[in-house]
């Protein structure tokens, strides 16, 4: 089974900061790996998704990642946030041809103008 | 194209009680799967439903269940509700690859008193 580890449960920013989630995952196989994004009173929409390919993905909103399989390692990047950002952010996995998504356990970011 | 719809939207329902949550997929869309999401466990899988079958399930006691009908709109059943039941239930549907994106639903608040 996979399983999914972030690192920093709260990070609290500047606007105009960089901001870097750490996500890790156990599994011995190919993965599918996705960063979701929850804003306040919003339901959980996709940032971007890796399963193939070039390793850096970018995905809406200026956000990427990168997929470094070595260190089992999928972080998420973003150069300069806004207030907009702030959200809580979920790694997730799946394995190929399972549609079960095993997710961390989110870190919320905190953006202050 | 319209999105995932739940409903309802809030459930009071009191310890002993059965409920039922009902998810719409977006049109097209064959994948159901069911999460639930607590402060102190996270995002869980449930369950997931594929052209009315129930191809994974989550390690929930067997007071979870569910089901998908033939237009792909899904219901999930708790039975005999227990305090820690209480939760947001989300629904998400996807295409017909495991890589393709999981569209969430706003999930249904159940509260158990």
């Known amino acids: 089974a996979q399983s999914v580890s972030q690192h920093n449960h709260h990070v609290i920013l500047s606007e105009a900061a960089s901001l870097e989630l750490g996500c890790n995952y156990s599994?011995?196989?190919?993965?599918?790996l996705f960063w979701y994004v929850q804003y306040p009173g919003q339901h959980l929409q996709l940032l971007l998704k890796?399963?193939?390919?070039?390793?850096l993905v970018k995905g809406i909103k200026g956000f990427e990642a990168e997929f470094i399989k070595s260190k089992f390692s999928f972080n998420l990047r973003k150069p300069s946030v806004q207030w907009s950002d702030t959200a809580e952010y979920f790694c997730?996995?799946?394995?190929?041809?399972?549609?079960?998504?095993?997710f961390g356990a989110g870190t919320t970011v905190t953006v202050r103008a | 194209k319209a999105g995932v719809t739940q409903t309802p939207r809030y459930l009071i329902k009191t310890r002993g009680q059965q409920v039922t949550l009902s998810c719409s997929p977006i049109?097209?869309?064959?994948?159901v799967s069911w999460y639930q999401q607590t402060p102190g466990q996270g995002l869980q899988f449930l369950f997931e439903?594929?052209?009315?079958?129930?191809?994974n399930k989550g390690n929930f006691p067997g007071r979870f269940s569910g089901r998908q009908f033939s237009n792909s709109r899904s219901e999930m059943n708790v039975s005999t509700l227990e305090l820690g039941d209480s939760a947001l239930y989300l629904c998400?549907?996807?295409?017909?690859?495991?890589?393709?994106?999981?569209?969430f639903g706003p999930g249904t608040r159940l509260t158990v008193l």
């Open positions: 998400a549907s996807s295409g017909t690859r495991s890589t393709d994106t999981q569209y």
């Open positions: 599994y011995g196989g190919t993965v599918n």
């Open positions: 890796y399963f193939s390919g070039d390793p």
């Open positions: 997730a996995v799946n394995a190929p041809n399972d549609y079960k998504l095993s």
């Open positions: 049109s097209g869309h064959r994948s």
């Open positions: 439903y594929f052209s009315e079958t129930q191809r």
